[in-house]
């Protein structure tokens, strides 16, 4: 994050590795991931009215402030959940497996793209949207994951803290006190990036050695 350069370009990051600039952007974001990066559509009244609250209801007792960790609560609960008598009814057994994919792609996106705080809630849109498996699974989650991304990365000034840090005298240094800061998102993506980033810049260097 040092290595930042100043850019009009709100939805983009640019950095300057090895004398080059080098650009983070959704781009690469959705060659790294592989996630639908196409824009959010707008859900308007009707398709909002279609949402409904069972998974809510049913599995976190028509909680208004559910956690991420309520949500792997509930995962857990349901892997060892199991229907009455020894015959299980086919539709039944079949409804318990849909809701355990449903409650596991919301812990996926928001435990792990989503990079949520444990104690965070959890959107009522998002609880509500995966019990529409077809909706949700068309929904580009990708710009969503992004966005937050950038967000993190762009709006945090770790890097300005560690320069006023330098700044300081030595003898005002604490060298025992560390900088502590929080990325949300899909920071992954982005080190998998420059990775591939200063691979590259290593060849050309090795090549232009070996010539």
Known sequence: MLRRMPTKKKRELWFLVEGKPARFSVHEFAIVTGLVCTPKPFLGLEEKLKLKARIRDEYFKGATQIKVDDIQKAFRSLCDKEEGGKKKKAEKEKDLGTDRVKIALLYFLKGVLLGADPKRNVSTFHMSMVDDL?????????????????????????????????????????????ETYTLYGFPFAFQVSFLDFNCTCLYQMFMLLKY
């Open 134 to 178: 077809d909706m949700f699974n068309s929904y580009p989650w990708g710009t969503v994951v992004y966005d937050t991304t950038v967000d993190s990365l762009g709006g945090n000034d770790m890097a300005e803290k560690y320069r006023e840090r330098l700044r300081k005298p030595p003898h005002k240094q604490q060298p025992d006190v560390k």
